[in-house]
């Protein structure tokens, strides 16, 4: 079946330095769509980034992310954390095939240092 | 626009008993999914339906789970005889229909502790 790995548990980053969140899948579909959700403490997940195009960077509140088939990533990046980006965040797939199923990541946290 | 809203928002028990989480969704939104949430995991699709109808309960404890949509706007997911890994964090999710790229917007969840 499909899997996501979120390599890191726990990313600490100091304000205004860049941060990057890695995301690699597995899926034996071609027909993909992908999704970062970021978690807030006590809120519901909500969608920060998706996209389904190869090679074009997507981009939603100072951050992005490239969805690249060939390497079967689709990382998330921001130049400059802040203090407001400590959250959870979440890498999801979705394809094609099941219609609407998303297969979740084990989560990021992301805290922000002053 | 209202969000997706579930109650309760928290819930205690014992092993053995049952338990129902409610889940009202976005208005116009057709699809309606339930998530497991363990803590320090991200969520895992239980059952999702589209209208009145499951579409996906592969990943559903059938024999101490069920979920029903009976009208295709709320939602209900009950647990009979709760164990002790039940202990989750339960969402509900909901999307209009737009194909694997449509948004699912998330509910806060239901955090249930089995003692």
């Known amino acids: 079946g499909d899997s996501v790995t979120q390599t890191e548990g726990l990313v600490t980053v100091t304000e205004g330095l860049p941060v990057k969140l890695n995301c690699t899948y597995q899926?034996?579909?071609?027909?993909?769509?992908f999704f970062w959700y970021v978690q807030y403490l006590n809120e519901a997940p909500q969608v920060l980034l998706k996209s389904s195009t190869d090679n074009k960077r997507t981009e939603h509140q100072g951050f992005h992310a490239t969805l690249h088939k060939s390497s079967s990533s689709f990382h998330l990046q921001k130049s400059s954390a802040q203090l407001s980006d400590s959250a959870l965040y979440y890498c999801a797939l979705s394809e094609g095939n099941m219609g609407y199923k998303l297969t979740f990541g084990t989560g990021t946290s992301l805290l922000v240092d002053p | 626009e209202a969000g997706v809203t579930q109650s309760p928002r928290y819930a205690v028990l014992q092993e053995g008993q049952a338990v129902s989480f409610w889940c009202d969704p976005i208005s116009g939104h057709d699809t309606l999914y339930w998530y497991q949430q363990p803590r320090d995991q991200g969520p895992q699709l239980l059952v999702y339906?589209?209208?009145?109808?499951?579409?996906?309960n592969s990943q559903l404890p059938s024999d101490r789970f069920s979920a029903v949509r009976p009208k295709g706007t709320n939602s209900t997911l009950k647990i009979q005889s709760a164990k002790q890994g039940d202990t989750a964090t339960y969402l509900c999710?909901?999307?209009?229909?737009?194909?694997?790229?449509?948004?699912?917007?998330f509910g806060p969840g239901t955090r249930l502790t089995v003692l």
């Open positions: 899926t034996t579909y071609l027909t993909i769509a």
């Open positions: 339906f589209r209208d009145e109808a499951v579409i996906d």
């Open positions: 999710a909901s999307s209009f229909a737009g194909g694997y790229y449509a948004e699912q917007f």
